[in-house]
């Protein structure tokens, strides 16, 4: 049993930064990714970012590369998402992941989600 618990969603202006965690316990296989994907409202989930846990290697969206950072904290457990340079089509429900890292930005290979955490922002 795997459990993802994402924090650190709010309302921010356009131009702003935000700071999502997801923090993961149980158990893990030996390769595997964390990713985040969103979802706005009518619209239907998409890939944000994604890294391998061991390697360390990371993938992001087109939409959000160079301004979005993934990274991971090995001592909690955490992979972060800083988001800057906020735009209001980034407001969506972002939710973090865990799977098999066979391709680290494809859906259908993250078999874990936590309840996702609102981001807002405001024009």
């Known amino acids: 049993q795997v459990q993802l618990v994402e924090s650190g969603g709010g309302l921010v202006q356009a131009g702003g930064s935000l700071r999502l965690s997801c923090a993961a316990s149980?158990?893990?296989?030996?390769?595997?990714?964390m990713g985040w994907f969103r979802q706005a409202p009518g619209k239907e989930r998409e890939f944000v970012a994604a890294?391998?846990?061991?390697?360390?290697?990371?993938n992001y969206a087109d939409s959000v590369k160079g301004r979005f950072t993934i990274s991971r904290d090995n001592t909690k457990n955490t992979v972060h998402l800083q988001m800057n340079s906020l735009k209001p089509e980034d407001t969506a429900v972002y939710y973090c992941?865990?799977?098999?890292?066979?391709?680290?930005?494809?859906?259908?290979?993250?078999?874990?989600w936590g309840q996702g955490t609102q981001v807002t922002v405001s024009s």
């Open positions: 992941a865990a799977g098999a890292s066979i391709l680290i930005d494809t859906e259908k290979y993250y078999g874990y």
């Open positions: 149980g158990r893990t296989f030996s390769n595997y990714a």
């Open positions: 890294m391998r846990w061991s390697a360390g290697s990371t």
